[in-house]
């Protein structure tokens, strides 16, 4: 039983979000029936993002739509807010937010309060100040951008099999992505295997003609997996006549131009950015402690150092390392986030009980990337595996961490069927603008930009 009644606000719908609140509805199953705890989750988006599997999306091996988790389906016990945590006052025990009602409603923001805080906000991309990145770059964090790259890639094929103009063709089939991380490999290695594959389909367009360009500031890639799978990586990708370029950094991009810090410009109207996060907004708005790097400080028991009724883990936290060398911190990965949640979740119920709380600890597992289909590199258990193995490994791990059985089920059945029969290469970007081809017919003129054309494309 627990002690009093109890509001819990979880900021934040995506792994730790999710399933902390998913770990609470069970262990708080009888409290939330007799209402003695209340669970609301305040998030922009009504689902949760599997992100190890946009790659795949991108790429046309697994629908968008298996991708996420409705949090309403998985959540049922929880009140589910669509909205933006603006600013936080722990003092008060509340949390400013703007709802999607609120702005039609011209209302401005709400304020929810709470007894007992979870802050899962996630993080954002970590962005430069480099000409021409905000005009022309994309990022990989979410589906949508997952699904607007794909759709861009083909795109840019089209244009480079219509156009008579060879700087319009060199342009449209030179794609640079920034960020030698998880995100910014399995992005490049999914979409050029998927590339590879659509040329077959253009009578004028060749794998040989595509420029595929990976730009890295360190001198190695997937750190995570070390440096004899890393300088595999590196190795393997420039047989496939992509461009790895260590210890280089992106100064500008303006005027759909590629700068690079070692000299080399190459026009382009694809430049992906991966290079890396940074803590969302809303913790710098608020008044709980935080580290140098803007994430929250934290305890080995993922309370808030210093603070009571406050709580945090993932991407927002800076969660002690209790298996290494004092001061190490464990690092924001969607391995970690899972792991937090669940003893967030418990010592939470613990907290709302009077008992003591669990320190959380880790074993590493190791870890897996995609470079493709067919290709993969992996550090499992310390055995390291390369090629076919390595990548059958990473659709088995990700398959058992995809949450419920139902997504589970969709995308084993979409990669059997994707085994049976051939790659899909449609491009559907007028699904970002969907109205544009009926305002066309109804106004005369584009209603967004007469840059673009009458799909919405640009």
């Given at each position: ?100 009602a ?17 802050l ?8 430069l ?55 910014g490999v399995?992005?490049?290695?999914e ?12 009578h ?76 969302h ?38 969660v ?29 119920v ?23 289909l ?24 990700h398959?058992s ?19 049976l ?18 305002e ?12 673009l ?6």
């Amino acid at each position: 039983m627990v002690k009093e009644r109890a509001r819990i606000l979880m900021v934040g719908g995506g792994y730790v979000g999710m399933y902390t609140a998913l770990r609470l509805q069970q262990k708080l199953k009888a409290e939330l029936k007799r209402g003695e705890v209340e669970i609301t989750v305040v998030t922009p988006d009504p689902y949760m993002t599997y992100q190890p599997f946009l790659p795949e999306a991108a790429a046309g091996s697994i629908s968008p739509r298996h991708v996420v988790v409705p949090l309403r389906r998985v959540l049922d016990r929880c009140r589910i807010v669509i909205g933006e945590a603006q600013s936080i006052d722990h003092a008060k025990r509340t949390v400013t937010l703007t709802t999607l009602a609120g702005e039609e409603e011209g209302a401005g923001a709400e304020h929810l309060s709470y007894d007992e805080l979870v802050l899962a906000p996630g993080s954002i991309a970590r962005t430069l100040p480099i000409p021409g990145l905000a005009e022309y770059a994309i990022g990989f964090k979410t589906v949508e951008e997952a699904i607007g790259l794909r759709n861009h890639v083909i795109e840019q094929m089209d244009i480079a099999s219509s156009t008579r103009d060879p700087a319009i063709r060199d342009a449209a089939l030179t794609f640079v992505f920034v960020g030698g991380g998880y995100a910014g490999v399995e992005a490049l290695g999914e979409l050029e295997d998927m590339a590879r594959y659509t040329a077959r389909y253009y009578h004028n367009v060749q794998p040989e003609d595509m420029k595929w360009i990976l730009v890295e500031a360190s001198n190695r890639i997937l750190p995570e997996v070390g440096e004899e799978m890393g300088k595999y990586t590196v190795t393997q990708l420039r047989r496939r006549n992509i461009d790895v370029r260590l210890d280089t950094r992106l100064d500008s991009c303006a005027d759909r131009i590629a700068v690079l810090s070692d000299g080399a410009r190459f026009p382009t109207r694809t430049v992906v950015w991966t290079a890396g996060v940074k803590p969302h907004p809303v913790l710098a708005a608020s008044d709980l402690p935080l580290n140098e790097r803007g994430r929250l400080k934290c305890t080995p028991q993922l309370t808030v150092d210093g603070t009571t009724h406050a709580w945090a883990a993932g991407d927002a936290a800076a969660v002690p390392d209790v298996t290494a060398e004092p001061g190490t911190e464990t690092a924001p990965n969607a391995q970690h986030a899972v792991r937090q949640a669940r003893v967030l979740g418990d010592n939470i119920v613990h907290s709302l009980r009077g008992e003591e709380l669990e320190t959380y600890s880790h074993k590493y597992v190791g870890s897996v990337a995609s470079l493709g289909l067919h290709k993969g590199v992996a550090y499992v258990y310390g055995r390291k595996l390369k090629g076919y193995p390595a990548w059958f490994m990473h659709r088995v791990y990700h398959l058992s961490r995809v949450p419920t059985f139902n997504r589970k089920a969709r995308v084993l059945a979409e990669w059997i069927l994707s085994g049976l029969f051939k790659r899909e290469i449609v491009s559907l970007g007028s699904l970002e603008h969907p109205r544009a081809e009926f305002e066309l017919a109804a106004g005369g003129k584009h209603p967004l930009d007469p840059k673009l054309g009458p799909k919405g494309s640009s």
